[in-house]
Nanobody, 121 residues
C-alpha cells in the first residue's frame, strides 16, 4: 500500500515563510508528476504547483515568484517553499503524486491527508 504523509504546516505572520513536505512510502516503483493543491474554507481545491520527475515546474499565477516546488527522488519527497506569505494563502495544503506501484506496475493518483497553513497577524 502506498501513502503520502505531509508535514510542516502551521501558523505564520504575513510576509513570513514556511516549508511543507510530503513523503511517499510503500510499494513504490517510481513517481511521475507530483503536485501541491490547496483548499481554503468555502472554496474549491486549486492547483498550486506541479513538478515533473525531471524537475520541470508549473505554478498558479497567484503564487509565482513566491512559492518554489522541489523534490528529492531518492527520498520520494516533494517540498513547497512558501515565501512572502499573504493571508489569502491560508488553506489546507494537499500533495498528490502519480505513483507507479512495484507490485502491479500500475499508476495511481495518491493524495496526502492535508496540512493546514494559516497566515495571520
Amino acid at each position: 500500500q502506498v501513502q503520502l504523509v505531509e508535514s510542516g504546516g502551521g501558523s505564520v505572520q504575513p510576509g513570513g515563510s514556511l516549508r511543507v513536505s510530503c513523503a511517499a512510502s510503500g510499494s513504490i516503483l517510481s513517481i511521475n508528476d507530483m503536485y501541491w493543491y490547496r483548499q481554503a474554507s468555502g472554496n474549491q481545491r486549486e492547483l498550486v504547483a506541479r513538478i515533473s520527475r525531471g524537475d520541470s515546474t508549473n505554478y498558479a499565477d497567484s503564487v509565482k515568484g513566491r512559492f518554489t516546488v522541489s523534490r528529492d527522488n531518492a527520498k520520494n519527497t516533494v517540498y513547497l517553499q512558501m515565501n512572502s506569505l499573504k493571508p489569502e494563502d491560508t488553506a489546507v495544503y494537499y500533495c498528490k503524486a502519480e505513483i507507479v506501484d512495484s507490485r502491479w506496475g500500475k499508476t495511481w493518483d495518491i493524495w496526502g491527508q492535508g496540512t493546514l497553513v494559516t497566515v495571520s497577524s
